[in-house]
């Protein structure tokens, strides 16, 4: 994680890639099937072109679609009981690095609203890629299928070429997202805390971000990516108190190496933090975030349309994605339905009860948080316990 507090990276960082980078078995079998179909695909696309049709090579790869469905399964997303959700009717705002409408698994999106802090651009446009992968996995609907692809998005572009985004343009986009009538935010990015941060704050993203919380807004955010050199906790903004901070995991159920740990005893030097209690504890939980099967943006350096990329970036979709199906299911948990920050906090710690631990794990890991999603146990938890016992007690200050 970037040790500052006025530029923000993808959480991604270099472990973005798409399948031709990949350098072990499974990855090198990709690489050769995606260099014969290219290779077929062009000598057809020379008479397409003369008739002024474009050609698109229609699926990803075997391996991606299997890893897909691995997840899926795993975080409880192709459960029957959620055959009937697709997050309609809940507003999503993705903040990153725009997107690439020209994308064949985007073609059908009709975003409900679109905003470029650093540019200023008007039409929706993704000149890194990282914006259109994160999107895909929530809205993807084609080759590769997102896990809300019903919700209404919003994109917020606040993120350069370079996959770095100040502090301001960041906090701009996320009141933005808030003006728009956002539900979720979905921040995939992160970078160093401000001094005194969980104390007090003068750092104008988390200002913002306090701010969306205040009003009922869910804000998902990344743990970070400097697992396998940590600088003792989750980066900014998921280190705040009712933000949802998110690490990654393996398909099958590990922590992945990068994903950040949570420093949750508190601390003096070099930045103090105060100790932090359930459900608050950092990361919150884990996701899927090795090698996630994604979209890929055109004209950044892609040789396709479909790759992978590791990171708390891409755990931090999934969770945002699976979020909109909860409050699809319970439109009380929606902002315009509730006071303050009680639905944020009843479905925190509802996520305290219902992810999966680890063999051995029976309270909060400052790795894995307190378990991976398991979005099919949450919408079932809250259906049968109901939201509303649950935002009582916060009523009364008991919980």
């Not at 890629?129 to 809205?139: E, N, R």
């Not at 950044?300 to 590791?310: A, I, Q």
Request: net charge negative; hydrophobic share 35%.
């Amino acid at each position: 994680m970037k040790d500052s507090t006025n530029e923000f990276q993808d959480a991604e960082g270099s472990d973005f890639e798409d399948v031709s980078k990949k350098d072990d078995a499974a990855g090198t079998i990709v690489a050769i099937s995606l260099s014969l179909l290219v290779v077929v695909a062009s000598s057809i696309a020379l008479l397409y072109l003369w008739k002024g049709q474009d050609l698109v090579i229609e699926r990803p790869s075997s391996a991606l679609s299997s890893w897909e469905t691995e997840y899926r399964n795993l975080v409880g997303a192709n459960d029957h009981s959620l055959s009937g959700l697709d997050g309609k009717g809940v507003v999503l705002c993705v903040v990153d690095s725009g997107i690439d409408l020209s994308h064949p698994d985007l073609r059908s999106l009709e975003l409900k609203g679109w905003r470029d802090s650093v540019n200023g651009i008007d039409d929706p446009y993704d000149d890194e890629g990282h914006g259109t992968a994160m999107s895909g996995i929530i809205v993807a609907d084609g080759g590769l299928k997102g896990i809300s692809t019903g919700v209404d998005l919003l994109v917020a572009k606040a993120i350069d070429n370079e996959g770095q985004g100040s502090a301001s343009a960041v906090a701009d986009s996320v009141d933005w997202c808030v003006q728009q009538g956002a539900d979720i935010i979905s921040l995939s990015l992160g970078g160093g805390q401000s001094f005194g941060s969980g104390l007090f704050t003068t750092d104008q993203l988390e200002q913002s971000v306090d701010e969306a919380l205040d009003r009922g807004v869910f804000v998902i955010a990344s743990a970070g990516n400097d697992g396998e050199d940590d600088d003792g906790d989750v980066g900014s903004p998921g280190s705040i108190e009712d933000v949802i901070c998110v690490g990654g995991i393996t398909r099958a159920g590990g922590i992945w190496s990068g994903s950040s740990e949570g420093d949750n005893d508190g601390r003096l030097w070099p930045n103090p933090i105060l100790p932090r209690n359930d459900p608050d504890k950092k990361p919150e939980i884990v996701a899927p975030g090795h090698e996630v099967p994604v979209l890929m943006a055109s004209e950044v350096g892609n040789s396709g349309w479909w790759g992978w990329s590791s990171g708390t970036s891409a755990a931090t979709a999934w969770v945002s994605g699976s979020l909109a199906l909860l409050l699809q299911e319970d439109p009380d948990l929606q902002r315009e339905n509730s006071s303050g920050r009680q639905s944020i906090e009843s479905v925190k710690e509802a996520i305290t009860q219902t992810s999966q631990m680890r063999e051995g794990q029976d309270s909060h890991d400052d790795h894995y948080g307190y378990g991976h999603l398991r979005i099919d146990r949450l919408i079932s938890h809250l259906d049968s316990d109901g939201a509303l016992m649950i935002l009582q007690k916060g009523h009364n200050g008991t919980a």
